[in-house]
């Protein structure tokens, strides 16, 4: 069987979208006959048909009729070709092929499973962790967080030159004074373009060379703790303090593993409640005699 699916699709779809407004109102104004349902039919491959009624809930409203158009046609192209490719994998493949009864239900029972495993976790799992479990769990694998990339705690100012605080700025960042910290993040958010304040954070220093053009070439063997950069190039002015950097193949510091750590928990949280749901199914199918291993 030959099909010339652009040619096919070109010829149903010009008269369909010209009238589907008014489908749309049929749809809405007229009783749901067989004979209504027959005149709905928007598209057919041989013995296969699509309704409007099959089409309606993948269109979305509040869009204008020219859009409502555009995107049924997509949905209408895209059905077309599904039912085309069946068709074609059925004469091209043999019976073997063609033989997906057990691979659908396997793929059935998977799913299912998995919804009752989704459900499952939603009522039992425990996810509060306070901080001790996370320092724990860090103490105990300390073996697998080890860095990829070198990291740092910094503090980062891009100052606009036109700035009227940027003097101010300056001054500030270059007497580093913990009692002027609440100033200073104050006038950075009115003035800077960017700016990192936090001292607890530890960032990837390729996402700090992002932010600092000079930094771009420079290889991360000249920073060191304390290092301070300062500069002003094409209109900023640029301040960067580098407090403390970690290199890569070190140990990762806890504050940088503890969103991790965290996941790392609930998952292994997770999988003990489906293993004791698991143990559970299986003991009482051997007390009920529901379950023999020969």
């Not at 069987?1 to 007229?30: D, E, T, V, W």
């Not at 049924?72 to 039912?83: G, L, N, S, T, V």
């Not at 962790?129 to 705690?153: G, M, P, Q, R, V």
């Not at 420079?218 to 300062?230: M, P, Q, R, V």
């Amino acid at each position: 069987m030959q099909i010339r699916i652009k040619q096919y699709l070109r010829a149903m779809l010009k008269g369909l979208f010209i009238c589907l407004p008014f489908l749309f109102l049929a749809c809405k104004s007229k009783p749901d006959t067989l004979a209504n349902k027959t005149s709905r039919i928007v598209a057919k491959v041989n013995e296969q048909e699509l309704s409007l009624e099959d089409l309606q809930p993948y269109l979305l409203s509040g869009l204008s009729p020219r859009d409502s158009t555009k995107m049924a046609q997509r949905f209408i192209e895209q059905w077309a070709a599904d039912q085309l490719l069946f068709l074609k994998a059925s004469e091209s493949l043999d019976e073997a092929d063609q033989s997906v009864e057990k691979e659908v239900e396997r793929y059935r029972k998977t799913l299912i499973n998995h919804r009752l495993e989704e459900k499952l976790i939603e009522e039992n799992l425990d996810t509060t962790i306070n901080k001790t479990e996370i320092e724990n769990y860090y103490n105990n694998h300390k073996e697998s967080f080890i860095l990829k990339d070198n990291i740092a705690k910094v503090n980062y100012v891009k100052v606009p030159l036109t700035s009227n605080a940027i003097e101010k700025i300056k001054k500030m960042l270059q007497a580093n004074q913990p009692k002027d910290k609440d100033q200073l993040k104050a006038l950075c958010l009115q003035n800077a373009e960017n700016y990192f304040l936090n001292d607890s954070t530890w960032l990837l220093m390729d996402d700090i060379r992002k932010e600092i053009p000079r930094l771009r070439e420079e290889a991360d063997l000249n920073f060191s703790n304390g290092k301070t950069i300062e500069y002003s190039e094409n209109g900023y002015y640029y301040y960067l303090r580098i407090k403390e950097i970690r290199t890569k193949n070190s140990v990762s510091p806890l504050n940088f593993e503890r969103q991790g750590i965290r996941t790392f928990i609930l998952n292994e949280r997770k999988a003990n409640v489906l293993k004791q749901y698991r143990q559970q199914l299986l003991d009482k199918a051997r007390e009920d005699k529901k379950l023999l291993i020969f």
